[in-house]
T-cell receptor, first 112, second 111 residues
Framework: DTAVSQTPKYLVTQMGNDKSIKCEQN?????MYWYKQDSKKFLKIMFS???????INETVPNRFSPKSPDKAHLNLHINSLELGDSAVYFC???????????FGQGTRLTVV | GEDVEQSLFLSVREGDSSVINCTYT??????LYWYKQEPGAGLQLLTY?????DMKQDQRLTVLLNKKDKHLSLRIADTQTGDSAIYFCAESIGGYQKVTFGTGTKLQVIP
């Protein structure tokens, strides 16, 4: 059973398009996150949700909008994609804000 | 401020010990973590240490923390080819609310 699953695993799209990445966790966790890993493998937090409420919103362009329909899901919607958005995006979840996080497999986004 | 630094690359022979180093700048860190990322996979938590501890051992893994120098290391004993991966250290304040990751160290194990 996959604990944290992201779809799609690979996404290639053209500049200017709008796309979504979905994340689901079946661990019953309260907190979910989105991380961006750039080409240099640097991992940076983008958003954190706790029980469907936004907790952390780092300096991320407004084109990125997370949506949490319920606490098991945290989807990432990106408008007007740019070349610089190309990266691997990781979703994660944790029991609460003080517990270890479990990561998904990542979504490799390539903007052409 | 928050800054976590690691050397980018480490190569060791199979059977030797590997030591991956990390420095951080935030003295109020409460948890420090080591994550492993295998090619095409997500991040796997290997171990973590509370900031009031100096050392933690878990099978082949030994974590050493020098809080005065803000230096964290991960020692892997008897390194195997399956240990080849990228290793990230990370720090957090007050739990996992906001974790800052290092740049990652790519470990290459030579048979």
């Amino acid at each position: 059973d996959t604990a944290v699953s992201q779809t799609p695993k690979y996404l290639v799209t053209q500049m200017g398009n709008d796309k979504s990445i979905k994340c689901e966790q079946n661990l019953g966790h309260d907190t979910m996150y989105w991380y961006k890993q750039d080409s240099k493998k640097f991992l940076k937090i983008m958003f954190s949700y706790n029980n469907k409420e936004l907790i952390i919103n780092e300096t991320v362009p407004n084109r990125f909008s997370p949506k949490s329909p319920d606490k098991a899901h945290l989807n990432l919607h990106i408008n007007s994609l740019e070349l610089g958005d190309s990266a691997v995006y990781f979703c994660a979840s944790s029991q609460d804000q003080g517990s270890e996080a479990f990561f998904g497999q990542g979504t490799r986004l390539t903007v052409v | 401020g928050e800054d976590v630094e690691q050397s980018l690359f480490l190569s060791v022979r199979e059977g030797d010990s590997s030591v991956i180093n990390c420095t951080y700048t935030d003295s109020s860190s409460t948890y420090l973590y080591w994550y492993k990322q295998e090619p095409g996979a997500g991040l796997q938590l290997l171990t973590y240490i509370f900031s009031n501890m100096d050392m933690k051992q878990d099978q082949r893994l030994t974590v050493l923390l020098n809080k005065k120098d803000k230096h964290l290391s991960l020692r892997i004993a008897d390194t195997q080819t399956g240990d080849s991966a990228i290793y990230f250290c990370a720090e957090s304040i007050g739990g996992y609310q906001k974790v800052t990751f290092g740049t990652g160290t790519k470990l290459q194990v030579i048979p």
